[in-house]
């Protein structure tokens, strides 16, 4: 008899044990990560550009057609879309007393000479254009000089 008792004990064990993982089953299972999430992230794309094919800008001094100074450029304006629209040049004064900034478009400017950090961006706007144009104040409308020389102010779009 103690045997049958063993067997009908053994018979509910298994029974509970096999209840238990048929409700498992019948879980919804955390999803497995794909194949792909476990990949590494693609590399970033590069490029190379070459050394005398690209400089940086701020700083950079600016002459007009006829070789005047005219400054420095001292910052890029970019729209909301990441377009750059235009530079703000330090103009006139002396060794930092008395200059202004001032706003120029970006399509006024000329780099064809600009091979290493001695050479100059051209300005296609004389001195006397330029001297004309209003001040650049932050957080105010920028008023940005164009190539044909007119001023009008930079679209807010």
């Given at each position: 008899?103690?045997?049958?008792?063993?067997?009908?004990?053994?018979?509910?064990?298994?029974?509970?044990?096999?209840?238990?993982?048929?409700?498992?089953?019948?879980?919804?299972?955390?999803?497995?990560?794909?194949?792909?999430?476990?990949?590494?992230?693609?590399?970033?794309?590069?490029?190379?550009?070459?050394?005398?094919?690209?400089?940086?800008?701020?700083?950079?001094?600016?002459?007009?057609?006829?070789?005047?100074?005219?400054?420095?450029?001292?910052?890029?304006?970019?729209?909301?879309?990441?377009?750059?629209?235009?530079?703000?040049?330090?103009?006139?004064?002396?060794?930092?007393?008395?200059?202004?900034?001032?706003?120029?478009?970006?399509?006024?400017?000329?780099?064809?000479?600009?091979?290493?950090?001695?050479?100059?961006?051209?300005?296609?706007?004389?001195?006397?254009?330029v001297a004309a144009a209003p001040e650049?104040?932050?957080?105010?409308?920028?008023?940005?000089?164009?190539?044909?020389?007119?001023?009008?102010?930079?679209?807010?779009?």
């Open positions: 008899m103690r045997g049958k008792r063993c067997f009908i004990g053994l018979t509910i064990i298994l029974a509970f044990f096999a209840a238990v993982a048929s409700r498992a089953e019948d879980q919804p299972q955390a999803a497995a990560p794909s194949a792909a999430a476990k990949e590494a992230a693609p590399p970033p794309s590069v490029t190379i550009i070459g050394a005398r094919e690209a400089h940086g800008v701020l700083g950079r001094d600016v002459r007009s057609p006829t070789d005047e100074d005219m400054g420095h450029i001292v910052d890029v304006i970019v729209d909301r879309t990441g377009t750059v629209r235009a530079a703000v040049i330090d103009f006139g004064g002396f060794l930092g007393v008395g200059s202004r900034k001032i706003v120029v478009d970006w399509n006024a400017l000329h780099f064809g000479r600009v091979t290493d950090k001695s050479d100059s961006i051209t300005l296609a706007l004389t001195k006397a254009q650049y104040q932050e957080d105010k409308p920028i008023v940005v000089l164009g190539a044909a020389g007119s001023l009008q102010p930079l679209d807010d779009h």
